[in-house]
């Protein structure tokens, strides 16, 4: 144990994996050391955020919710139909989120990691839209154009009218009578 300078706070030293690991008494945590350049990095014994059993951040989950909302409208349940739709909406919008941000970062810097984090967060971001488009779809047959109008907004929003999925959800507009001429692709 090594104590700091500073009366007021003191660190523990720990090895962990190969790292220094410092806690204060203030609940701080600092990370693991890292490999110097040009030295392979130890290897880790962290799992993926997706190889995490019952972990649910991750496109894996969002998936699983999906398909859980897919068999719950097979059997007519539609309460746990958008409840897991509402989810895996939220999930795939705040994991798009963190893959554009994560992007941004990158920008200029790092071209590959900057395109890997940008088809990443396109790729959750038309997940995102695909599920939102059938949480408005099920709001439309539980007759609720008040929570399934702005649904298929939004999916327009991202998608744009000249997009399949975009002219889809301008189609379901068209259908319920919110929008007066039909939009051809």
Known sequence: MAVCLFPR???IFY?????????TIAGVVAAPTLAQEGEEAPPSD??????????????SYAEQLTTDASQAITNGDFTTAIAKLTEARELYNELS??????AEMFFGIDTRQNRSNRDLA??????????????ALVHRSQDAPEEAVPLFMEVLRSQQPTRELGNQAY??????????????L
């Open 9 to 11: 706070v003191q660190k």
């Open 122 to 135: 396109l790729d959750t971001a038309q997940k995102r839209d695909e599920v939102t488009y059938q949480l």
């Open 97 to 102: 989120t963190y893959y554009k941000e994560l």
């Open 15 to 23: 090895w962990v994996g190969g790292g220094l690991l410092a806690v």
């Open 46 to 59: 962290v799992r993926r955020v997706d190889q995490v059993s019952g972990s649910d951040f991750s496109v």
């Open 171 to 184: 189609d379901q507009l068209f259908e319920m009578g919110f929008v007066e001429a039909p939009y051809e």
